[in-house]
């Protein structure tokens, strides 16, 4: 029986980039010896993605559409992608052409080897800026230190999974804060990198402010690492050799001069002793922030309508 490739593709205020990306992968995957599906997520965009969506659904039927009622995220989308997908093999990519779809072949001839899980890896990336490409190796290597899972070094949402995998996915790691490239590489199955060079963004901008950036780093952390709730013990430790230290320098500075005046010294101890308490509370603050958000158990995403796919 022939294998079918899933293409899932999240959009967001993409209407000037979809044609491009709709011809150049169309053109790709045609020349495949898979079928395919190309399974495109418009996630609440404000502009006319939804439009050209279904102008691509009415003239091709193996482009399939999945509307969002509002704005739910870069993770939800791809999600639903990989809920609603049939294939074989299930590709995850952007549609501003930053992912490159030339290396689909390469993609199917891994997943024809047998691994579960393909990392596309990314070595250059421009047009992001050397603040967001040194921020994003900076939190690689954090997690790296924090987690038990150890991840690939500049693995994107650019990855591609077997059926099976996908199965794992869809049935098991439904939390409502996610990190959806941590749990490709933290399900198993045979793994395998390519390495791509990100191309230059063929329209609008990104989606992800350093803001953005900033409090997804801080979700993805507390959900591979427990070891910031453990800070308290540190902090802890930390203050009490901290005293020690500062009773040997008071009695030190009685035996040379006598009484010595401790106001600074207390000021700065009370400022360090508030800054790392508050520290620790902001930290429990934020698990209990994700444990609230399961406990209501909230759809990840709310399909508004589809093109070309079944209820």
């Known amino acids: 029986m022939e294998k079918k490739l899933s293409?899932?593709?999240?959009?967001?205020?993409?209407?000037?980039?979809?044609?491009?990306?709709?011809?150049?992968?169309?053109?790709?995957?045609?020349?495949?010896?898979?079928?395919?599906e190309l399974i495109f997520v418009n996630d609440g965009s404000q502009d006319g993605t939804e439009a050209v969506l279904k102008q691509l659904a009415a003239k091709d039927k193996?482009?399939?559409?999945?509307?969002?009622?509002?704005n739910f995220g870069h993770e939800a989308a791809m999600i639903a992608g990989l809920d609603y997908s049939?294939?074989?093999?299930?590709?995850c990519m952007d549609a501003?052409?930053?992912?490159?779809?030339?290396?689909?072949?390469?993609?199917?001839?891994?997943?024809?080897?047998?691994?579960?899980?393909?990392?596309?890896?990314?070595?250059?990336?421009?047009?992001?800026?050397?603040?967001?490409?040194?921020?994003?190796?900076g939190f690689y290597r954090l997690i790296n230190v924090l987690s038990d899972v150890k991840f690939e070094p500049n693995a994107s949402d650019f990855f591609a999974i077997s059926r099976q995998a996908a199965k794992v996915l869809k049935e098991n790691y439904r939390e409502k804060v996610r990190f959806l490239r941590g749990y490709v590489q933290n399900i198993g199955f045979d793994r395998t990198n390519i390495e791509y060079e990100a191309r230059v963004r063929v329209a609008g901008e990104s989606k992800y402010s350093i803001k953005k950036?900033?409090?997804?780093?801080?979700?993805?952390?507390?959900?591979?690492?427990?070891?910031?709730?453990?800070?308290?013990?540190?902090?802890?430790?930390?203050?009490?050799?901290?005293?020690?230290?500062?009773?040997?320098?008071?009695?030190?500075?009685?035996?040379?001069?006598?009484?010595?005046?401790?106001?600074?010294?207390?000021?700065?101890?009370?400022?360090?002793?508030?800054?790392?308490?508050?520290?620790?509370i902001g930290v429990i603050g934020n698990y209990i922030a994700i444990l609230f958000a399961e406990l209501k158990d909230r759809p990840i995403y709310i399909v508004k309508e589809t093109e070309n796919l079944k209820d």
């Open 96 to 137: 501003d052409l930053q992912h490159p779809p030339q290396y689909l072949p390469q993609i199917v001839e891994k997943l024809e080897e047998g691994y579960g899980v393909i990392n596309m890896v990314r070595t250059k990336n421009e047009s992001a800026g050397w603040v967001k490409n040194f921020a994003s190796s």
């Open 62 to 70: 193996r482009v399939k559409v999945i509307c969002f009622s509002r």
């Open 7 to 36: 293409v899932v593709v999240s959009c967001y205020n993409e209407e000037q980039a979809l044609g491009q990306f709709y011809e150049e992968t169309h053109r790709i995957l045609n020349k495949l010896y898979w079928d395919y």
């Open 213 to 280: 950036l900033f409090a997804f780093s801080i979700n993805t952390i507390m959900c591979f690492s427990n070891l910031p709730l453990k800070l308290g013990i540190y902090a802890g430790c930390g203050a009490g050799i901290l005293g020690i230290l500062m009773m040997a320098y008071t009695i030190w500075s009685w035996a040379r001069v006598g009484t010595p005046s401790g106001y600074a010294t207390i000021i700065v101890l009370i400022c360090f002793m508030f800054a790392v308490l508050f520290l620790i």
């Open 86 to 91: 049939v294939g074989d093999g299930i590709v």
